[in-house]
Each structure stands twice: as C-alpha cells, then as structure tokens.
C-alpha cells in the first residue's frame, strides 16, 4: 500500500512539474515580414530568406534589424500593430508575434504631359516595369506629343518606356469628336487596349459592329492596337445623358463596363431604367457590340450610380456605387439620409445575389472595388459619423471597407484630417496589404507628411486587417490628386493623375491649367 502511494505521488509531482514547465517553456509562433517585400532582414545574427517563421519560447529575446533598401524610408518595426521606431530591436516574446519592417516609398521619378489647355490622369496599365500605358483627358493643340485633336478635349492614350531613369514616350494620335470627351478608365485586351468615358460629340464615325450616337451625353468606347492605332470606337446610350465609370476585361477576353443612365431608349431599352439617374453594367464583346440581355439597369426613382465593376473568380461581378433611392432595386434596403453607399454581387447573368448601403446621415460614395485574397475591399469617401463609420475626423474622410466572400462587412475604418480627404483606387500589394491613393487637403490626423499647398496626391498603406502602415503626400502649391494606382513586379507602386502645380515635387513647369502627372514610387 505504502509503495503504491509513493508511486502514486511521484507521478503527480511529474504532471505538476511537465505542467509548470509548459507554462514556463511554453513556445509561441513568430513571423517576421516587411513591407514592401524585401528578400532578406537580419534575425538573430543570420540573413532569413522573407517572410520567415519559426517558434520561440516565452521570454525569449529575438533580436532584429532593417537593412537599408534603396528607394525607400525606413518607418520602423509593427510589433503586433504597435509601432517601434529603431532600426535595430529586442523583441521579447509573449505571445503568438508578428514582426513587421515598414518601409515607404520615396519618391524616385515623376513626369507631367500636356499642352496650353488641361490634361486629366485617369488610365492606367502596367505591363511591367518598364512598359506603361496611361489614358488622359487633353483639351491640348500644341503638344508634339498630342497627334490630330479633334475639337475641345480627346481621349489620348500614350505608351511610356522606361529607359535610362527615363520614360521614352512616342507621339499618339488623339479619339474623338468636335465636343468634348473625357476619359475615365484603361484597360488592357488581347491584342490591344480599351479606353472608355463619355461624349458630347455628335460626329464621331463608330467603326466595327459599334453603335451610332444617340443624343445627350454618350458613353464612349474605343480599342486600339497594340501599336496605338484604331482598332474601333464605339457609343453607348439613349436619349438621356450617359457615362461610361470603369472597364476591365472578362474571362474570355470580354469587357464589364458600368456607368451612369438618364436614358430608357437605344441601348437601355428593356434594360430596367427606374428614372432619373440609374446605375448600370453591360457585357460588351471585343468587337464592340454589347451582348444581348446582358445591358442592365439598377436602381430606384431618385438618384443612383455605378462607378466600377470587375469579374469575380467564380464568374460573377462585384460593383459599387452610390444610392439616394428606397425603391426599385433597394426597397428591401434600409437606409439613411443623402448619398449611401452601395454594393452588389451580381451572378454571371447580371441577376443580384446580394446587395448592401452603408453610410450615416451625410454622403457616402465607394469609387472602386476590387476582389482580393479572401473577399472585397471597397474605396471611397464619406462625411458622415456613426452609423457604419467608425470616426469622422474632418469633412470628407477616405473610407476603406472589407467584406467577406459573401459580402458581411468585416471591418470599415475612416483615414484622414480635418480637412477633405478621398480615396479613388486600390490594389492588394504582394504582402498581402493595400496601396489607396486619392487626395487629400488635410495637413494633421493621419496626414502626418506636409501639405504642399491646397490638394494633394495621398498615398497610403494598410495592412490586411486595415492598420495604417505608412502614408505619404506629394505635390505643389496648387490642386494635385490621383486617379489609378498599381504595383510592378519590382514592388514599385506606379500612380497617375492631374496636377495644377508647377512646384515642390512637380519638377518642371506644366503647359497649362493642368497636365496628367505620373509617379514612380521605390526603387
């Protein structure tokens, strides 16, 4: 008996002590990262290969340091979203930790086109690198690199190498009418690339299997080669005024267009118009011709918008807009006061699978959405407080939502000061995280960078779960703001938009009002 007591108590000093020492040994996961991705950081006293994980017991120092990286400014280390400013730490762990270098983007080049009269940056393709497409509003006549304008402003879509620290761009023929046009997105397609906006011109000769103008304001298509030259150009609308927002392309080399309607008539007959201003998207083949009951009409009696749309990888499409409307297609929404902001899930056919407002008791816009690793993420503004929005911190905030694949709201968070700020595109980086760029006229909040002078290009940088990372403002004494922004495969972000400066970070003099303003970020 008194043996196998003793044996039972040694095996319960052996538990408690296998269990003391789990807690004092107990390990815990650690990933060290950077943004924007560098190959390697020192860990310890060894270069690890990025992103690096391993474990570590509690208690444990770990010991990191940040390499200077050409082109870009060291922030400091996001130690579980907390930020430590010193290039080389002690980390100690006690809990599962993420290590994160942050670094921004310097500015490395910039570029302005233009004339004596305005240019507008609105399109954007990367190739690479080194090879570039922008699409620009011009109204110029002057410019040895503005071919043939038509009357008033064309859309003008020049190509841009890289060469030398340098871009080499070729002088570009000029689309349109004798009114006005403007240009509101690029695309690339096989075999060439698609630029789409509207029109007031009433003279422009459609080409291929394309549509006549209808009155008012037409939506405006156009493809070119990949040499620059027509391929063919087409109107889209009715009798209304219309405008064409976003394009992208399909799988199976078709185009998603969405915009704005007045119209009931030509190319919106039976498409579902409700009245006044009405959203919409239409399937349009790489010939021009829209594809037959797939034009459609969303929203409600007051008035709605659609401004961007892409194809989502199970081959529906993810849209977002603004909403003022309680009837039509949003009677089962509820709703506040002024501009809501709104998205839809549409199936393959264009029918909605579900749909959502967001907003408080002022406006609210989302300017762009794009499908990422595990859902949505939506760019836009809003002016209101509380509500769906976390903080109001001044006028018109830049506000960031992320959905789930199913469309529930998983976070929304507001980016700004005092002043008006606006967020216009985004593209998911290759650390997982976002690049936002828009404007901003603010100079404190989250603008911790100077303000140049009246608006601003913003740039910012979120980490997945929204945490603002870094955030940088460029410009000159007068308005500045960008429209399109993507990452390079060296990890350079690349934006384009409009400057009136001729200033601070505008080296060179613009030609008029305003020019299309391009800039290189990293490297």
Same mark, same amino acid.
């Given at each position: 008996?008194?043996?196998?007591?003793?044996?039972?108590?040694?095996?319960?000093?052996?538990?408690?002590?296998?269990?003391?020492?789990?807690?004092?040994?107990?390990?815990?996961?650690?990933?060290?990262?950077?943004?924007?991705?560098?190959?390697?950081?020192?860990?310890?006293?060894?270069?690890?290969?990025?992103?690096?994980?391993?474990?570590?017991?509690?208690?444990?120092?770990?010991?990191? @340091?940040?390499?200077?990286?050409?082109?870009?400014?060291?922030?400091?280390?996001?130690?579980?979203?907390?930020?430590?400013?010193?290039?080389?730490?002690?980390?100690?762990?006690?809990?599962?930790?993420?290590? @994160?270098?942050?670094?921004?983007?310097?500015?490395?080049?910039?570029? *302005?086109?233009?004339?004596?009269?305005?240019?507008?940056?609105?399109?954007?393709?990367?190739?690479?690198?080194?090879?570039?497409?922008?699409?620009?509003?011009?109204?110029?006549?002057?410019?040895?690199?503005?071919?043939?304008?038509?009357?008033?402003?064309?859309?003008?879509?020049?190509?841009?190498?890289?060469?030398?620290?340098?871009?080499?761009?070729?002088?570009?023929?000029?689309?349109?009418?004798?009114?006005?046009?403007?240009?509101?997105? *690029?695309?690339?397609?096989?075999?060439?690339?698609?630029?789409?906006?509207?029109?007031?011109?009433?003279?422009?000769?459609?080409?291929?299997?394309?549509?006549?103008?209808?009155?008012?304001?037409?939506?405006?298509?156009?493809?070119?080669?990949?040499?620059?030259?027509?391929?063919?150009?087409?109107?889209?609308?009715?009798?209304?005024?219309?405008?064409?927002?976003?394009?992208?392309?399909?799988?199976?080399?078709?185009?998603?267009?969405?915009?704005?309607?007045?119209?009931?008539?030509?190319?919106?007959?039976?498409?579902?118009?409700?009245?006044?201003?009405?959203?919409?998207?239409?399937?349009?083949?790489?010939?021009?011709?829209?594809?037959?009951?797939?034009?459609?009409?969303?929203?409600?009696?007051?008035?709605?918008?659609?401004?961007?749309?892409?194809?989502?990888?199970?081959?529906?499409?993810?849209?977002?807009?603004?909403?003022?409307?309680?009837?039509?297609?949003?009677?089962?929404?509820?709703?506040?006061?002024?501009?809501?902001?709104?998205?839809?899930?549409?199936?393959?056919?264009?029918?909605?699978?579900?749909?959502d407002l967001f907003g408080g008791q002022n406006d609210e816009r989302a300017n762009v959405i794009k499908e990422v690793n595990d859902g949505y993420i939506a760019v836009g503004f809003t002016e209101s407080a509380g509500g769906d929005i976390n903080e109001n911190k001044g006028g018109k905030d830049l506000w960031v939502l992320k959905f789930s694949s199913d469309g529930d709201l998983e976070w929304s968070k507001t980016y700004g000061g005092s002043e008006d700020d606006e967020g216009f595109d985004v593209?998911?980086?290759?650390?997982?995280?976002?690049?936002?760029?828009?404007?901003?006229?603010?100079?404190?909040?989250?603008?911790?960078?100077?303000?140049?002078?009246?608006?601003?290009?913003?740039?910012?940088?979120?980490?997945?779960?929204?945490?603002?990372?870094?955030?940088?403002?460029?410009?000159?004494?007068?308005?500045?703001?960008?429209?399109?922004?993507?990452?390079?495969?060296?990890?350079?972000?690349?934006?384009?938009? *409009?400057?009136?400066?001729?200033?601070?970070?505008?080296?060179?003099?613009?030609?008029?009002?305003?020019?299309?303003?391009?800039?290189?970020?990293?490297?």
């Amino acid at each position: 008996m008194h043996r196998r007591l003793s044996s039972l108590l040694l095996i319960l000093c052996l538990v408690l002590v296998i269990a003391l020492s789990g807690c004092v040994f107990r390990r815990y996961s650690v990933v060290v990262s950077c943004t924007p991705l560098i190959e390697k950081i020192e860990v310890g006293n060894r270069e690890r290969e990025l992103p690096y994980s391993f474990s570590a017991r509690k208690g444990q120092n770990i010991v990191v @340091k940040a390499p200077l990286v050409p082109g870009y400014d060291f922030e400091g280390w996001l130690i579980n979203n907390e930020l430590r400013q010193t290039a080389e730490i002690a980390v100690e762990i006690e809990e599962n930790t993420t290590i @994160k270098a942050i670094y921004s983007p310097r500015l490395v080049h910039e570029i *302005t086109y233009g004339g004596s009269g305005f240019e507008n940056g609105t399109g954007l393709v990367v190739e690479n690198s080194n090879e570039i497409l922008i699409g620009i509003t011009s109204s110029s006549t002057d410019s040895s690199l503005i071919l043939e304008n038509k009357g008033k402003s064309d859309f003008w879509i020049p190509f841009l190498q890289y060469e030398s620290n340098n871009y080499v761009v070729e002088p570009q023929l000029c689309y349109g009418g004798s009114d006005e046009e403007s240009l509101m997105d *690029t695309v690339r397609i096989a075999g060439g690339y698609v630029s789409a906006g509207w029109s007031d011109s009433s003279d422009i000769a459609y080409s291929g299997s394309g549509y006549p103008y209808h009155g008012g304001t037409d939506g405006y298509v156009i493809m070119m080669h990949n040499d620059g030259s027509l391929r063919w150009q087409t109107y889209i609308g009715g009798s209304g005024d219309d405008e064409i927002r976003s394009v992208n392309t399909t799988i199976g080399e078709k185009l998603i267009i969405t915009g704005i309607t007045g119209s009931s008539d030509s190319n919106f007959a039976n498409s579902g118009y409700h009245g006044s201003k009405d959203g919409w998207v239409a399937l349009m083949s790489s010939s021009g011709t829209l594809i037959t009951d797939l034009i459609k009409v969303f929203g409600g009696s007051a008035e709605d918008g659609l401004l961007y749309a892409m194809q989502t990888k199970e081959g529906g499409y993810i849209v977002c807009g603004y909403s003022t409307s309680s009837d039509g297609d949003l009677n089962s929404l509820s709703r506040s006061t002024g501009e809501d902001l709104w998205v839809l899930k549409l199936d393959s056919q264009l029918e909605i699978e579900w749909q959502d407002l967001f907003g408080g008791q002022n406006d609210e816009r989302a300017n762009v959405i794009k499908e990422v690793n595990d859902g949505y993420i939506a760019v836009g503004f809003t002016e209101s407080a509380g509500g769906d929005i976390n903080e109001n911190k001044g006028g018109k905030d830049l506000w960031v939502l992320k959905f789930s694949s199913d469309g529930d709201l998983e976070w929304s968070k507001t980016y700004g000061g005092s002043e008006d700020d606006e967020g216009f595109d985004v593209v998911q980086t290759a650390d997982g995280g976002f690049a936002i760029c828009g404007y901003t006229d603010s100079s404190d909040g989250d603008i911790l960078h100077e303000n140049r002078g009246m608006s601003d290009v913003w740039v910012i940088k979120l980490g997945y779960d929204g945490y603002l990372e870094w955030e940088a403002t460029f410009g000159g004494s007068e308005n500045d703001f960008a429209r399109r922004i993507n990452e390079t495969e060296k990890r350079e972000l690349i934006v384009i938009g *409009t400057t009136s400066s001729s200033d601070r970070d505008i080296k060179r003099p613009i030609q008029g009002p305003s020019d299309a303003w391009l800039l290189r970020l990293g490297r």
